[in-house]
């Protein structure tokens, strides 16, 4: 059975239009919601579109949603990313009717097949959908889409600053990349987190909160995954992580460092893969959904539902109402702020050394308490003074000799892992 709980809180009417974004042109419905741009770049800085914002702000307190979980979506230029986040709209809005009507004449956010850019800057869907457990947690969702890494003309800074946006907005972000998980397609996004990391302790504010944060790296156009029983389509619920997603996954952690620091960013990692959709991205598509691969929409289905319960449920990455103007507002400030930090005298050598330095020097702390903790030494949030001061109720009394050899092992871990995390540093030098 069809999740026939997912519907829109709130839809704002728009009159029949054409809709220009970019130089893609798409003929509007009457009664079609659109996706609005909220960021923009302009002149080397990050620009609320204050007109869109006030009817985001609009469409959110007018929803019987406390809080509002952000779906956004982030990777490099002419993967998809729009087209997919396209299809979860229509899911949110009906998951029976999600394939209705031509795909092209009646998008959510715009999408094209080609390598012209259609997305810049940051657009959302001025919409508040409803997942299954949103009527119980009063949590809405709302969707996100980014422009493309690796845009031509598009500077470092605003990749990073774009992608560093999405990561600190959203309760899920939805990272693609194609074909495979792999070190080269993700290192920007842990540049871009890092470099939020600098700017929030550059200005005394306190880095995002990976509380109940999830990152999901969509592998597209996956060649290995296994074919779907015929009539399996018809009843999308709720998938957990294959076996071989799931492998992917713990390959990619334990291999890259890259897989391990992000996790200091989010709660939880997940890989989700999906076949090529099949012809589409042809110019002469014309938008029927019948053309579309049924593993490609299987899988789709199963993933939406998936998200959209996710996300109704993260009450604690979830932003209040009131405070998504104010939060929006702050994360732009401090990515504008780490402009500076990064191109006034500094090359982007030099701001990677120091992302990275910063980096390796809290994953050495960490490992340093870490190994403390496995001898007994140290209790949770307890500081190593106070443990040897013995104001400490529960910490193991070790005798000074255990203590001095705890020390040194703990030492010597948290040595290697400097060594091996300052990838771009001079620590060692």
């Given at each position: 059975?069809?999740?026939?709980?997912?519907g829109?809180?709130?839809?704002?009417?728009?009159?029949?239009?054409r809709?220009?974004?970019?130089?893609?042109?798409?003929?509007?419905?009457?009664?079609?919601?659109?996706?609005?741009?909220?960021?923009?770049?302009?002149?080397?800085?990050?620009?609320?579109?204050?007109?869109?914002?006030?009817?985001?702000?609009?469409?959110?307190?007018?929803?019987?949603?406390?809080?509002?979980?952000?779906v956004?979506?982030?990777?490099?230029?002419?993967?998809?990313?729009?087209?997919?986040?396209?299809?979860?709209?229509?899911?949110?809005?009906?998951?029976?009717?999600?394939?209705?009507?031509?795909?092209?004449?009646?998008?959510?956010?715009?999408?094209?097949?080609?390598?012209?850019r259609?997305?810049?800057?940051?657009?959302?869907?001025?919409?508040?959908?409803?997942?299954?457990?949103?009527?119980?947690?009063?949590?809405?969702?709302?969707?996100l889409?980014?422009?493309?890494?690796?845009?031509?003309?598009?500077?470092?800074w605003?990749n990073?600053?774009?992608?560093?946006?999405?990561?600190?907005?959203?309760?899920?972000?939805?990272?693609?990349?194609?074909?495979?998980?792999?070190?080269?397609?993700?290192?920007?996004?842990?540049?871009?987190?890092?470099?939020?990391?600098?700017?929030?302790?550059?200005?005394?504010?306190?880095?995002?909160?990976?509380?109940s944060?999830?990152?999901?790296?969509?592998?597209?156009?996956?060649?290995?995954?296994?074919?779907?029983n015929e009539?399996q389509?018809?009843?999308?619920?709720?998938?957990?992580?294959?076996?071989?997603?799931?492998?992917?996954?713990e390959?990619?952690?334990?291999?890259?460092?890259?897989?391990?620091?992000?996790?200091?960013?989010?709660?939880?990692?997940?890989?989700?893969?999906?076949?090529?959709?099949?012809?589409?991205?042809?110019?002469?598509?014309?938008?029927?959904a019948?053309?579309?691969?049924?593993?490609?929409?299987?899988?789709?289905?199963?993933?939406?539902?998936?998200?959209?319960?996710?996300?109704?449920?993260?009450?604690?990455?979830?932003?209040?109402?009131?405070?998504?103007?104010?939060?929006?507002?702050?994360?732009?400030?401090?990515?504008?702020?780490?402009?500076?930090?990064?191109?006034?005298?500094?090359?982007?050598?030099?701001?990677?050394?120091?992302?990275s330095?910063?980096s390796?020097?809290d994953?050495?702390?960490?490992?340093?308490?870490?190994?403390?903790?496995?001898?007994?030494?140290?209790?949770?949030?307890?500081?190593l003074?106070?443990?040897?001061?013995?104001?400490?109720?529960?910490?193991k009394?070790?005798?000074?000799?255990?203590?001095?050899?705890?020390?040194?092992?703990a030492?010597?871990?948290?040595?290697?892992?400097?060594?091996r995390?300052?990838?771009?540093?001079?620590?060692?030098?």
């Amino acid at each position: 059975m069809a999740v026939a709980s997912i519907g829109a809180c709130l839809a704002l009417q728009h009159h029949s239009s054409r809709r220009v974004r970019g130089t893609h042109v798409v003929l509007r419905r009457a009664s079609q919601v659109e996706a609005v741009r909220l960021v923009s770049v302009k002149e080397g800085q990050l620009v609320v579109d204050q007109t869109n914002l006030a009817l985001l702000m609009e469409s959110l307190r007018a929803s019987s949603c406390e809080r509002v979980a952000v779906v956004s979506i982030a990777g490099a230029l002419r993967q998809g990313k729009s087209f997919f986040l396209d299809l979860f709209a229509r899911y949110l809005e009906s998951s029976e009717d999600m394939l209705s009507g031509s795909l092209q004449d009646s998008q959510r956010f715009c999408w094209k097949s080609g390598m012209e850019r259609v997305t810049d800057g940051v657009w959302a869907c001025p919409q508040v959908f409803e997942g299954p457990g949103s009527a119980k947690t009063r949590v809405g969702i709302l969707l996100l889409d980014t422009q493309g890494t690796y845009e031509p003309g598009a500077s470092r800074w605003q990749n990073n600053s774009l992608l560093g946006l999405a990561g600190s907005l959203s309760s899920i972000l939805l990272f693609n990349v194609s074909k495979q998980l792999q070190q080269d397609t993700v290192q920007d996004l842990q540049v871009a987190m890092d470099l939020l990391k600098m700017s929030c302790r550059h200005h005394g504010r306190p880095r995002p909160p990976s509380d109940s944060k999830t990152l999901t790296f969509l592998v597209r156009d996956w060649a290995h995954g296994q074919q779907l029983n015929e009539g399996q389509n018809q009843s999308p619920k709720e998938l957990p992580m294959t076996s071989q997603e799931q492998s992917i996954l713990e390959s990619f952690i334990h291999s890259t460092t890259e897989g391990q620091g992000l996790g200091q960013f989010f709660e939880s990692l997940e890989c989700r893969t999906l076949p090529h959709p099949g012809h589409i991205d042809r110019p002469s598509w014309t938008g029927d959904a019948k053309e579309i691969s049924d593993d490609f929409l299987v899988g789709c289905r199963g993933l939406f539902c998936t998200l959209a319960t996710m996300a109704s449920a993260q009450t604690g990455a979830a932003v209040t109402v009131q405070d998504f103007e104010q939060t929006l507002q702050e994360y732009i400030a401090v990515l504008n702020s780490a402009r500076d930090l990064t191109e006034s005298g500094t090359s982007h050598r030099q701001a990677l050394s120091d992302v990275s330095l910063l980096s390796a020097f809290d994953r050495s702390r960490a490992c340093y308490r870490a190994s403390l903790y496995r001898a007994g030494a140290l209790t949770w949030k307890a500081r190593l003074p106070e443990i040897l001061s013995g104001e400490v109720a529960g910490a193991k009394a070790l005798v000074a000799e255990e203590l001095v050899a705890a020390h040194r092992k703990a030492m010597e871990e948290a040595a290697q892992e400097l060594r091996r995390s300052a990838l771009f540093g001079d620590a060692w030098a």
